[in-house]
């Protein structure tokens, strides 16, 4: 269990009027991994103190049956989030972060409908907002994101300049398991079949070819692909392994040069 753990906003407040030292924060959803803990590391590493934030924020899920199966279970985030370096953590529930019922929003385009944006109407605006109010509320020196969430980094780096938000926004890399499987809290909603579908993202994403060879090589394996597109000097992708009940969502990214290197070491092709 967490050193501290406060749910409430009044709470919180008085808490931090009363920190002194550096304060770095890791805003999650719950659902803790390796990923969250490299993040959580890093901040407690490079701050007086380390502050993760779990929230299952309800508004940047355009789909209630993901929001309802999200994997996060507040007891085990907390041990988590200590284990890993957290001095505290800020658990509030949904009516205190929208006292307003979400009336107000930030809203911004043409970034937040493209790619991701595009096949998740509203999701930005749910993450920017919950985003800025986390951050106005724990006032971090410096906040940390990983980069597997690349377009979600590209929007909170520009919200956090256009609205002069002080906090040092810090990208992280991704972190992937031994076959390369970016992690994220809904692999652990992939069957058997779909684990074993699911590291061949990151592959095809590094092999050569155009996105749209990348996007056929991948329908071909099964994945039921959202995009494949190249932007802020990477290519990116969404696609969707089905479970059995459903569908899990997987995104990455990798930056161009490792298109290159892949290319010039084993000659891969996306056919
Ligand atoms: O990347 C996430 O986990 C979420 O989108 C974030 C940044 C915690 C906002 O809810």
New binding site residues.
């Given amino acids: 269990m967490s050193k501290i753990v406060i749910r409430s906003i009044d709470e919180w407040r008085r808490f931090r009027a009363a920190l002194t030292g550096s304060l770095g924060f890791v805003?999650?959803?719950g659902g803790l991994h390796e990923g969250h803990a490299a993040l959580i590391q890093r901040a407690a590493a490079e701050n007086d103190l380390a502050v993760v934030?779990l929230?299952l924020?309800p508004t940047?899920f355009d789909d209630p049956g993901d929001l309802a199966s999200y994997p996060a279970s507040l007891e085990d985030d907390l041990a988590y989030a200590e284990a890993q370096g957290a001095s505290a953590v800020l658990a509030p529930d949904r009516e205190a972060i929208y006292a307003d019922g979400f009336r107000f929003q930030v809203e911004e385009s043409p970034l937040s409908r493209e790619l991701c944006g595009a096949h998740r109407p509203g999701h930005f605006s749910?993450?920017l907002t919950?985003?800025l109010k986390?951050l106005n509320l724990v006032k971090p020196d410096r906040a940390y994101?990983?980069e597997k969430?690349y377009q979600?980094l590209e929007l909170?780096r520009g919200m956090a300049e256009a609205f002069f938000i002080d906090s040092q926004i810090v990208a992280c890399p991704t972190v992937r398991d031994a076959d390369g499987l970016a992690l994220s809290s809904r692999n652990a909603r992939l069957d058997a079949a779909g684990r074993a579908l699911a590291p061949r993202l990151r592959e095809a994403l590094a092999c050569p070819g155009s996105d749209g060879q990348v996007a056929e090589a991948l329908s071909r394996l099964g994945f039921d692909v959202d995009y494949v597109a190249t932007r802020f000097g990477r290519r990116l992708a969404a696609a969707s392994i089905g479970n059995g009940q459903g569908r899990v969502r997987l995104i990455d990214n990798i930056p161009l040069a490792q298109i290159c290197a892949a290319s010039d070491a084993n000659g891969d092709n996306p056919s």
């Fill in positions: 805003p999650t959803l934030s929230f924020n940047q749910g993450v919950v985003v986390l994101f990983g969430d979600q909170i």
